[in-house]
T-cell receptor, first 114, second 113 residues
Framework: GAVVSQHPSRVICKSGTSVKIECRSLDFQATTMFWYRQFPKKSLMLMATSNEGSKATYEQGVEKDKFLINHASLTLSTLTVTSAHPEDSSFYIC??????????FGSGTQLSVL | KQEVTQIPAALSVPEGENLVLNCSFTDSAIYNLQWFRQDPGKGLTSLLLIQSSQREQTSGRLNASLDKSSGRSTLYIAASQPGDSATYLCAVFDSNAGNMLTFGGGTRLMVKP
């Protein structure tokens, strides 16, 4: 099956720093990738849709300047949490569609902002 | 706008019991429905995928059913084991929403030895 690699799996940073999370489709091309956020004991919340070669589409309530998304190639999308604060601490997970109906997920990134 | 609801939110059962997790969705124009498993701090594992034209799918001790007209799906777990303890999420793939899934809130399952 298709594989989506997400890196890093865990990051601890100081408040005010920026953190970049990478999402790669290893054996297929993805013109679209999705970024989700999950709070403890809550379901996934779609943050934005990453589109290769164009601007990302953000869900309502998600700050574009806080969560920068770049989809520069057909196999890589990055999410940068800028000037991270403790309230940004969360589990971030990406996914990419392979074919019409299947979504494959990365293993997630646990972000802790001190 | 599609809304997906899962009941119960949490479930605790003794080992060996058969159990049913429920998922309902408001817009029946779905392309497919998937059940996922998530372990704490981990990503998602796809368990079963049911196409809109199908009624059920089976994998080992898991059986998922789909009644599109009533907007319901169930995940049946037979002979539960402690290793089944996880959060189970259902998600629908909308025909009109591109390649996006709408997730339910999940059911946290605890199987006690």
């Amino acid at each position: 099956g298709a594989v989506v690699s997400q890196h890093p799996s865990r990051v601890i940073c100081k408040s005010g720093t920026s953190v970049k999370i990478e999402c790669r489709s290893l054996d297929f091309q993805a013109t679209t990738m999705f970024w989700y956020r999950q709070f403890p004991k809550k379901s996934l919340m779609l943050m934005a849709t990453s589109n290769e070669g164009s601007k990302a589409t953000y869900e309502q309530g998600v700050e574009k300047d806080k969560f920068l998304i770049n989809h520069a190639s057909l196999t890589l999308s990055t999410l940068t949490v800028t000037s991270a604060h403790p309230e940004d601490s969360s589990f971030y997970i990406c996914s990419a569609p392979s074919g019409q109906t299947r979504l494959f997920f990365g293993s997630g990134t646990q972000l802790s902002v001190l | 706008k599609q809304e997906v609801t899962q009941i119960p939110a949490a479930l605790s059962v003794p080992e060996g019991e058969n159990l049913v997790l429920n998922c309902s969705f408001t817009d029946s124009a779905i392309y497919n429905l998937q059940w996922f498993r998530q372990d704490p701090g981990k990503g998602l594992t796809s368990l079963l995928l049911i196409q809109s034209s199908q009624r059920e799918q089976t994998s080992g001790r898991l059986n998922a059913s789909l009644d599109k007209s009533s907007g319901r799906s169930t995940l049946y777990i037979a002979a539960s084991q402690p290793g089944d303890s996880a959060t189970y999420l259902c998600a629908v793939f909308d025909s009109n929403a591109g390649n996006m899934l709408t997730f339910g809130g999940g059911t946290r399952l605890m199987v006690k030895p």
